[in-house]
T-cell receptor, first 114, second 111 residues
């Protein structure tokens, strides 16, 4: 079945540690996105990539980094510079590079900082 | 002012009721209007997708877009307990590169 796989589902981190969240898609989609979801705030865009080896900052990129070395993979690193990293992280993809809003989401990764 | 405003609820209704969920927005450039459904601890899934103004119906779900009022709605007929979820409105335009989401309305349908 085609879809988006995020791992791990749950992750605990100590303050000062970097962590990397995995996102893999087998939908052959061009564009991929990372969103952060906090209670009562909806989804906020962290980074997006429309093509391999290219990515752009979203609204809340500070303290995060990404790479897009393969079309199917778009990992997100939450660095120690992110002040409040506890959140639900969602990876998404869309078919074309033009943003028509039709997104396919993974199941999410919940990060908790201890 | 947020680009998209959505009442977070929660909204609690009895089984079989008609549910009305709404969002308002400020950016007149939006062309694509979506409703996503998100179950607890899951990723959102696309429920309804509308281009420009008008109505779209899919089974028990109807999406309405009124661009003149910058107002979109989702109606759920004969609501079921399985409809209990958070409903996120979202919108975008091809001139931009991101989809803007509302905060989500949490819906409970009681059996």
């Amino acid at each position: 079945d085609g879809g988006i796989t995020q791992s791990p589902k749950y992750l605990f981190r100590k303050e000062g540690q970097n962590v990397t969240l995995s996102c893999e898609q087998n939908l052959n989609h061009d564009a991929m996105y990372w969103y952060r979801q906090d209670p009562g705030q909806g989804l906020r865009l962290i980074y997006y990539s429309q093509i391999v080896n290219d990515f752009q900052k979203g609204d809340i990129a500070e303290g995060y980094s990404v790479s897009r070395e393969k079309k199917e993979s778009f990992p997100l690193t939450v660095t120690s510079a992110q002040k409040n990293p506890t959140a639900f992280y969602l990876c998404a993809s869309s078919l074309g590079r033009a943003n028509t809003g039709e997104l396919f989401f993974g199941e999410g990764s919940r990060l908790t900082v201890l | 002012q947020k680009e998209v405003e959505q009442d977070p609820g929660p909204l609690s209704v009895p089984e079989g009721a008609i549910v009305s969920l709404n969002c308002t927005y400020s950016n007149s450039a939006f062309q694509y209007f979506m409703w996503y459904r998100q179950y607890s601890r899951k990723g959102p899934e696309l429920l309804m997708y509308t281009y420009s103004s008008g109505n779209k119906e899919d089974g028990r779900f109807t999406a309405q877009v009124d661009k003149s009022s910058k107002y979109i709605s989702l109606f759920i007929r004969d609501s079921q307990p399985s409809d209990s979820a958070t409903y996120l409105c979202a919108m975008s335009h091809t001139g931009g590169f991101k989809t803007i989401f509302g905060a989500g309305t949490r819906l409970f349908v009681k059996a």
